[in-house]
């Protein structure tokens, strides 16, 4: 039995990376490689792979709504999250969101093929750095898990289209407010998370169990 990959990732090089080093692997076929969110979509329509290597940070759709979309879509396809983030909360959403494994872009190729071997079967499959980091938590790793930031209805809101990677103006757009309320939102967000940018703002959200 073949397994069929996919791998989605914004830099090409990483993508011929792993189709290089899958390329001699004869259980193995890399059916397609795509550069961001939506032509994965695209190309989900035609055909759909039984495993697919997805980054999280893509240019136009947030890897972890990515997943969440595909899983729902195409409940056969099985997600490895690809990806240079260690942070937990990280690990966390992704499985939450249905994607099967969880590899760092610096894994070997033995990690490579066992994340595939291991998913395949349906069985999850975290590197063994990430269970690590896991295990450090859950073992007494305190984090300020009391405080909860309270959002209005409207920063929620602002705050998903951050999420989605939309600019002021699309936002503006999107919730029928001008771009100054959206900034006012926006500032408002970053306090009430204690961000100092809208990466942070995404990071702290994912942690809080926000999005």
Do not use: C, W
Request: no cysteine; glycine share 4%; net charge neutral.
């Amino acid at each position: 039995m073949t397994i069929k990959v996919s791998i989605t990732d914004d830099h090409f090089v990483v993508l011929k990376g792993i189709e290089f080093l899958l390329e001699d692997e004869k259980h193995i076929e890399v059916i397609s490689i795509q550069e961001n969110g939506q032509s994965t979509l695209d190309a989900l329509v035609q055909t759909q792979p039984d495993i697919l290597f997805l980054d999280i940070n893509l240019p136009d759709i947030n890897g972890i709504v990515l997943t969440k979309t595909i899983t729902k879509l195409y409940p056969k396809v099985r997600i490895i999250a690809l990806t240079n983030h260690e942070d937990v909360s990280f690990v966390k959403r992704m499985l939450d969101h249905g994607a099967y494994g969880y590899l760092l872009k610096n894994a070997h190729k033995e990690e490579l093929l066992q994340a595939i071997d291991t998913v395949y079967k349906g069985e999850k499959y975290l590197q063994e750095s990430i269970k690590k980091k896991i295990l450090n938590q859950s073992l007494g790793r305190q984090e300020d898990a009391a405080f909860q930031p309270k959002l209005t209805r409207r920063e929620t809101e602002v705050l998903k289209a951050i999420s989605e990677e939309l600019t002021t103006q699309e936002i503006s757009e999107k919730l029928f407010i001008s771009p100054k309320t959206v900034e006012a939102h926006r500032m408002n967000i970053m306090s009430k998370l204690g961000a100092k940018n809208s990466v942070g703002i995404i990071k702290i959200a994912i942690e809080k169990q926000l999005l």
